[in-house]
């Protein structure tokens, strides 16, 4: 009798890989991370970065690198946790998305969470972002946010009435 008969069909991935776009930008990637969209009342919470090395002074979601043989949702949490003093509870996967940072030039793939529930009071927590304000779908449209950001915000949150 073989015990790992069927096994296979029970295993359900807690995690599972979905391009939000077809277009892939190529090349190698160099930079992997995991990102939130931190969402209340029909705005997303966005950080001003003080980076002069990437994505200089952008506004952007929060998140970031993950370490090596990290899940995900797992650097999420952490970062979250670092960089806004957060804890994310059940963040919902939307897809990956890859870009290409203005300011190095480099390639990123980005992990992309919707996160509706947490425990804390988000607050600037480190040094990474000089601001963090709430902005409504509409408002995202005149930052300097990466596109790809501004097209999951205005998927995900719902429009005015």
Known sequence: MNLWEGAVEEVV???REERISEEGLGGDVLHVTATGLIARDGRVLLGKRTSTVRFAGMWDAFGG???PCEEPSAALVR????ELGI???RPRFLGIYEDVDPTSKDL???YLFFVTRWRGD???ANEEHS???WFTPEETGQLDLAPSLKDAIRRVLPKKP
């Open 131 to 133: 601001e963090v304000r």
């Open 79 to 82: 970062e979250l946790q670092e």
């Open 65 to 67: 690198h993950l370490v």
């Open 13 to 15: 991935p807690r995690f």
């Open 122 to 124: 988000p607050e600037i």
């Open 108 to 110: 990123f793939r980005h």
């Open 87 to 89: 804890t994310a509870l």
